[in-house]
């Protein structure tokens, strides 16, 4: 008989030396600033930041969706410590204009705290 454990999933640390965006409900890393691209982005509650890369994040179905921007396959992220859902990842974009989202991640600014050197 085979039995299947789940595996633990480990918190990723970015560098103390570097400003970083944190989950404002556990305070898990999420992305370093030099991974940010616009923060000219509208979420589901409020302004929101697009990222290259986020860690400590999981991430759900990808869904069809009608955002500001035109059609988008997305798929929800969640913080991976607290499990609040934090924004979504496009996954595909329709329109041509739009094709340098693919891939990226959006965090609403209701979700995250600045960390590591801000002042």
Known sequence: MVTMT????FQAYLPSCHRTYSC?????HLANHDELISKSFQGSQGRAYLFNSVVNVGCGPAEERVL???LHAVADIYCENCKTTLGWKY???FESS???KEGKFII???HMI????WD
């Not at 600045?114 to 050197?117: L, R, S």
């Open 108 to 110: 609403e600014l209701a």
């Open 98 to 100: 739009q094709k340098y």
């Open 91 to 93: 996954e595909h974009a």
């Open 114 to 117: 600045k960390d590591n050197g």
């Open 6 to 9: 789940r595996s633990k999933t």
């Open 68 to 70: 500001l921007t035109g």
């Open 24 to 28: 404002i409900h556990c305070r898990a």
